[in-house]
């Protein structure tokens, strides 16, 4: 399942609101798929190249314990990030690109109040990870200190995404995501006496610093003297409560499924194991990312275009290739992912526990697999407007994958964890494949 930047990696969404297409129903022209995807595959594997380097330092290097920690901390601020965002970059790009405004500083600034106002609520709230002791409390200030980070710096993504600037949008996010491991793995290979996580807390924090000064350089010219002086709208945040309740709901749901997995090892079992699955499920992230920033990202514009244009034949047409599309990155995937198995255990052979779970990585690649696949009838049913399947069948895969992790975890640990992730991809890909028939 997807674990790296869940939600960042929906900017295939953005991208499309980024049209107008709702408000201008008109086709767009198809562009050539092949030259578009290696662009945005070559600029999203580069932070997916640095992160893969950072798990596999880690499992190297560090213990499958200290491993396990990362992982629950990287889980952690994955779900806070989601409570703290609310989904409603939705809402404000939609205005951003629509022109709502003249100055989208001032809509950058309303939304920054809506942040303001939800960190008051939910940072104390995140406190439970803490008195469940799902994290140990000496982690209490890295873990609110690196949350604060990753919202802000993601919520900068999407805004470069809204503006029209993608290559910045990539840049911020390689900055905040990846330049950083590959600096951390390297002193680690350098020097001994830095492999241990109080250092990789810090290059952490120094990635998440750089992206947003960096951020504020290039969006600095926006016209925020002017938004200062406006009052807030209030009612226009009060109006973005419902758009963006319903995709908290649909996403949230998806991202709940690859964080709590952990939590149900470490509560039943040790941070060992969190260690070992995390690893391998973090090998698996690139078949939907590619799927996504390679193929979906690039047909999705076209996609809803046609459908809110009710050009059927362009609309078939799109679904075709998106559908070949995903399938070839599924089925390549599965065959790399089977190649490199002999040498993602060469790396962590001095941890033989590693090897003893292998079988754990083989059902977590089928389970992305058919995750991915589910992204092929989501998109028919986000092109039609049928959010409210999306986030039903979202809502079930959750459910599905909580009893799973609750039945199965605690009896059969790692192998329970996997087949608990597996029942939940094809509760979503069965759902969301019956709801897009009806369409």
Not at 89 to 107: F, H, K, L, Q
Not at 326 to 341: E, K, N, Q
Request: glycine share 8%; net charge positive.
């Amino acid at each position: 399942m997807i674990e790296d930047e869940l939600i960042v990696t929906q900017e295939a969404e953005l991208e499309a609101a980024a049209l107008g297409y709702a408000a201008y129903p008109r086709a767009a022209p198809e562009k050539p798929l092949a030259p578009q995807s290696i662009a945005n595959m070559a600029l999203r594997g580069t932070s997916m190249a640095s992160r893969f380097m950072l798990m596999v330092g880690l499992a190297h290097y560090l213990s499958p314990a200290s491993f396990g920690i990362y992982a629950l901390m990287y889980a952690s601020t994955t779900l806070g990030t989601l409570f703290l965002g609310a989904r409603f970059d939705v809402y404000s790009t939609r205005a951003i690109c629509s022109g709502e405004r003249v100055n989208p500083a001032v809509i950058i600034r309303d939304q920054i109040v809506f942040h303001l106002l939800v960190y008051v609520a939910v940072l104390p709230a995140m406190l439970f990870l803490f008195v469940l002791h799902i994290l140990p409390w000496p982690l209490l200030t890295w873990f609110y200190v690196l949350l604060i980070l990753e919202h802000s710096g993601q919520e900068c993504n999407r805004l470069f995404v809204a503006l029209g600037q993608p290559l910045r949008a990539n840049f911020v996010f390689f900055v905040r995501t990846g330049l950083w491991c590959v600096g951390f793995v390297g002193l680690m290979f350098f020097a001994k006496s830095f492999r241990n996580l109080e250092t990789l807390w810090i290059f952490w924090f120094v990635g998440g610093v750089a992206s947003l000064l960096l951020s504020g350089v290039w969006m600095r010219s926006l016209g925020w003297r002017v938004a200062i002086k406006e009052k807030v709208d209030w009612g226009w945040i009060k109006r973005g409560l419902k758009p963006s309740a319903a995709f908290t709901v649909a996403i949230g749901a998806t991202t709940i499924i690859t964080t709590v997995d952990r939590y149900f090892l470490a509560a039943k079992w040790n941070n060992d194991l969190v260690g070992v699955y995390s690893y391998y499920s973090s090998l698996t992230n690139f078949m939907p990312t590619f799927a996504d920033t390679g193929i979906i990202a690039i047909l999705l514009p076209t996609l809803l275009a046609s459908a809110a244009a009710g050009d059927t034949v362009a609309y078939e047409r799109t679904i075709r290739k998106l559908t070949r599309g995903v399938w070839l990155v599924v089925g390549l995937a599965a065959v790399l992912s089977a190649a490199l198995a002999p040498v993602l255990l060469m790396i962590v052979k001095k941890a033989p526990i590693y090897s003893q779970y292998l079988p754990a990585f083989g059902i977590l690649i089928v389970s992305a697999g058919i995750a991915t696949l589910s992204y092929i009838p989501h998109n028919a049913l986000y092109a039609k407007h049928r959010d409210r399947d999306i986030a039903i069948w979202s809502v079930v895969s959750m459910v599905t994958a909580l009893l799973g992790y609750g039945l199965l975890t605690p009896k059969y640990g790692i192998y329970g964890a996997c087949i608990g992730s597996l029942i939940s991809s094809v509760a979503v890909w069965a759902g969301k494949t019956w709801a897009a028939t009806k369409c």
